[in-house]
């Protein structure tokens, strides 16, 4: 072990070297990618110096999503103490089912998700779970919801026409989740939003009119604290007393924009937090906690229990059910992904998650200033959003980035809304500061110049 260390200390001090020196990795194209990389698995095993080699060439050909150059996806950089606290996880190896097998570690979870529901205003009967990622925590939003409004969905089966009301631009996961829990895509209803990309309260309510004429069973609205692509936040406010007339269960998706309740100054943007039944966050996005680290809270625990238990003898064999992970979870067998955000949190406290957090909005306005102060700039964002979506010179914006991507430049990534397509800078990356803001539009510029794009 002590030699794997050795070696791993090697090979984490070149990637840090290759950040700065190649921040975006050239990348092998798909058709020639095992003939590039040796990534067979043979009979007899590897020698050392090779095995190095060929994780020397991954790593120089593997998307640097820490660099100053990566803008692609809703996660980026890299927060020195959470990363401290997963290679820790990594080598304890807990599972977090049960108290006997991770001991501290379950106490570790719980702190992190009972400070969660202080600050969001849950009394003292919510509680949550870790979740294998943001779209599993739509799920398990969904299931809960599906059972508390028919209990017998459990043992019968769904056996009525049962809805979802989600914004036609929330998370694909929606539609997948209907999919998966039995409900049925044709079951989910698109809710119009308006120019900023905020769900249309008005239109709720109407769709949901229309489906109690129709005999149908309305059960859910998933609302979002940042919008996949604008970066919008729904209005709680307006869609709470909606939900609360019709009895159907609020869930507010925060897992790109969610940790805006760190912020003093953002957490407006999720006013109403308190009176809906779920919440979920990555801390993984913008509080650059290492993937994976979803979490979902809810405001009456029983609702977790009562989806998620299941008795095991040979499993739940000390400790009660507040310790005993697994009965409310949706996985068994979990790793421990608490203890990266809980060395970040430790390490920084509760000021330093709103400082990171308020960093993230001062950088995206910054992007946008410069965007309105250069006329060969388009802007399609809006304020409060750290989606700063434009176009340049009128670039079709998904050959740009492509070529982008391509040629190693930048890695960004485009969106549409309105039937108009754009490119979507996303300031989430933790590791940038407005100077590579500065140098990702001059890099850019550079590059539609150099290759005559315009």
């Known amino acids: 072990m002590n030699k794997d260390l050795k070696l791993f200390n090697e090979l984490a001090e070149i990637l840090l070297k290759e950040e700065k020196q190649q921040p975006v990795a050239k990348p092998i194209d798909t058709d020639k990618l095992y003939k590039t990389l040796d990534l067979s698995l043979n009979e007899h095993p590897s020698l050392d110096e090779d095995l190095k080699k060929t994780l020397l060439e991954i790593i120089k050909s593997t998307p640097k999503t820490a660099s100053t150059s990566f803008f692609n996806q809703l996660f980026g950089g890299r927060m020195s103490k959470a990363t401290l606290g997963d290679l820790l996880a990594v080598m304890l190896n807990n599972s977090m089912y049960t108290y006997k097998v991770a001991g501290p570690q379950v106490g570790i979870e719980k702190t992190i998700?009972?400070?969660?529901?202080?600050?969001?205003?849950?009394?003292?009967?919510?509680?949550?779970?870790?979740?294998?990622?943001?779209?599993?925590?739509?799920?398990?939003?969904?299931?809960?919801?599906?059972?508390?409004?028919?209990?017998?969905?459990?043992?019968?089966?769904?056996?009525?026409?049962?809805?979802?009301?989600?914004?036609?631009?929330?998370?694909?996961?929606?539609?997948?989740?209907?999919?998966?829990?039995?409900?049925?895509?044709?079951?989910?209803?698109?809710?119009?939003?308006?120019?900023?990309?905020?769900?249309?309260?008005?239109?709720?309510?109407?769709?949901?009119?229309?489906?109690?004429?129709?005999?149908?069973?309305?059960?859910?609205?998933?609302?979002?604290?940042?919008?996949?692509?604008?970066?919008?936040?729904?209005?709680?406010?307006?869609?709470?007393?909606?939900?609360?007339?019709?009895?159907?269960?609020?869930?507010?998706?925060?897992?790109?924009?969610?940790?805006?309740?760190?912020?003093?100054?953002?957490?407006?943007?999720?006013?109403?937090?308190?009176?809906?039944?779920?919440?979920?966050?990555?801390?993984?996005?913008?509080?650059?906690?290492?993937?994976?680290?979803?979490?979902?809270?809810?405001?009456?625990?029983?609702?977790?229990?009562?989806?998620?238990?299941?008795?095991?003898?040979?499993?739940?064999?000390?400790?009660?059910?507040?310790?005993?992970?697994?009965?409310?979870?949706?996985?068994?067998?979990?790793?421990?992904?608490?203890?990266?955000?809980?060395?970040?949190?430790?390490?920084?406290?509760?000021?330093?998650?709103?400082?990171?957090?308020?960093?993230?909005?001062?950088?995206?306005?910054?992007?946008?200033?410069?965007?309105?102060?250069?006329?060969?700039?388009?802007?399609?964002s809006f304020e409060d959003s750290i989606s700063v979506c434009f176009n340049y010179k009128a670039i079709d914006a998904k050959t740009l980035c492509t070529k982008l991507y391509e040629s190693a430049e930048l890695m960004v990534g485009y969106g549409s809304f309105n039937d108009t397509d754009f490119i979507r800078l996303v300031t989430i990356n933790s590791s940038i500061d407005k100077n590579d803001i500065s140098n990702f539009f001059k890099s850019l510029e550079t590059f539609v110049k150099t290759k005559n794009l315009a």
């Open 113 to 380: 998700l009972h400070n969660i529901c202080d600050i969001i205003g849950y009394d003292k009967y919510s509680d949550g779970t870790f979740a294998p990622g943001g779209s599993m925590s739509n799920f398990m939003a969904m299931v809960m919801a599906r059972d508390k409004h028919n209990s017998t969905v459990r043992t019968a089966g769904v056996n009525s026409k049962m809805i979802v009301y989600t914004s036609e631009v929330s998370h694909y996961s929606i539609n997948k989740n209907a999919a998966l829990m039995g409900i049925g895509r044709d079951q989910v209803r698109q809710v119009k939003v308006n120019a900023e990309g905020q769900m249309l309260a008005s239109d709720l309510e109407l769709k949901i009119k229309e489906d109690l004429a129709n005999n149908n069973q309305p059960f859910f609205v998933n609302a979002t604290a940042g919008t996949t692509v604008l970066g919008a936040f729904d209005n709680v406010e307006e869609i709470s007393p909606i939900c609360n007339t019709y009895n159907l269960w609020l869930h507010l998706d925060g897992a790109y924009g969610g940790s805006v309740i760190f912020s003093k100054k953002y957490k407006h943007l999720v006013s109403g937090i308190e009176k809906t039944d779920s919440f979920s966050i990555n801390a993984h996005k913008m509080l650059g906690t290492p993937l994976s680290c979803s979490i979902i809270v809810v405001q009456d625990k029983k609702y977790l229990n009562q989806s998620f238990s299941n008795d095991a003898e040979y499993l739940y064999q000390t400790d009660g059910d507040d310790f005993n992970l697994g009965k409310t979870s949706l996985q068994c067998g979990r790793r421990n992904d608490a203890l990266k955000f809980w060395t970040l949190w430790k390490s920084v406290g509760t000021t330093g998650l709103e400082k990171i957090v308020d960093k993230q909005f001062e950088i995206a306005d910054y992007a946008r200033d410069y965007i309105k102060a250069h006329p060969d700039y388009t802007l399609y």
